[in-house]
């Protein structure tokens, strides 16, 4: 199975802050992987897919890149609502598999 | 519009049987293959399996393998997730999802609780 290890597992943030979240694929899987965000109590919400797509409608404050093996989940000016646990989730093998999740506390 | 429309919360005793639902909307069921996922505080999402409701073939995770089924119904466009005898670590919220790089649409969630 592929380990997607995300770091870090929790952070504390400001309001403007540039916060960056990173997953580290065990093994190559292209640009197979996707960011989620999650607040308490909703459904997870896709912001970016293939590594580097910006989910329609999700602002353009968030960005995704790729380097081998190592993906990042960029958010340039924090904002209120960016407060939640975010995912990465790899979909290149099975069985798919997700990071342990990075939560952006105030 | 696209939506996955899932059953309501359960609450059922170690052993019993279960079988949770999510009804698709606005797009063809056969399109897309539909997966499952399993939420709990302590683990995360996990990915439990996925089904191809235009054959129902089926593919599951290696810890989910033999402990749960898989199905789906193209006629009701609905597809579902079976257990025959549940544990009380079956206890989580479990979401389907539409397959689209990755997955672009969640139902809004099912919460089993598993306890005597």
């Known amino acids: 199975d592929i380990q997607m290890t995300q770091s870090p597992s929790a952070m504390s943030a400001s309001v403007g802050d540039r916060v960056t979240i990173t997953c580290r694929a065990s093994q190559g899987i292209y640009n197979s992987l996707a960011w989620f965000q999650q607040k308490p109590g909703t459904v997870p919400k896709r912001l970016i897919y293939t590594a580097s797509s910006l989910q329609s409608g999700v602002p353009s404050r968030f960005s995704g890149s790729a380097s081998g093996t190592e993906f990042t989940l960029t958010i340039s000016s924090l904002q209120p609502e960016d407060f939640a646990t975010y995912y990465c989730?790899?979909?290149?093998?099975?069985?798919?598999?997700f990071g342990q999740g990075t939560k952006v506390e105030i | 519009e696209v939506q996955l429309v899932q059953s309501g919360p359960e609450v059922k005793k170690p052993g019993e049987s279960l079988r949770i639902s999510c009804k698709v909307s606005?797009?063809?069921?056969?399109?897309?293959?539909i997966s499952w996922v399993r939420q709990t505080p302590g683990k995360g999402l996990e990915w439990m399996g996925m089904?191809?409701?235009?054959?129902?073939?089926?593919k599951y995770g290696p810890s989910f393998q033999g402990h749960v089924t898989m199905l789906s119904d193209k006629s009701s466009s609905t597809a579902h997730l079976q257990w025959s005898s549940l544990k009380p670590s079956d206890t989580a919220m479990y979401y389907c999802?539409?397959?689209?790089?990755?997955?672009?649409?969640w139902g809004q969630g099912t919460l089993v609780t598993v306890s005597s």
């Open positions: 999802a539409r397959h689209s790089v990755g997955f672009d649409f």
């Open positions: 989730l790899q979909y290149d093998s099975y069985p798919w598999t």
């Open positions: 089904i191809d409701p235009s054959d129902s073939h089926t």
């Open positions: 606005g797009y063809r069921i056969t399109n897309n293959w």
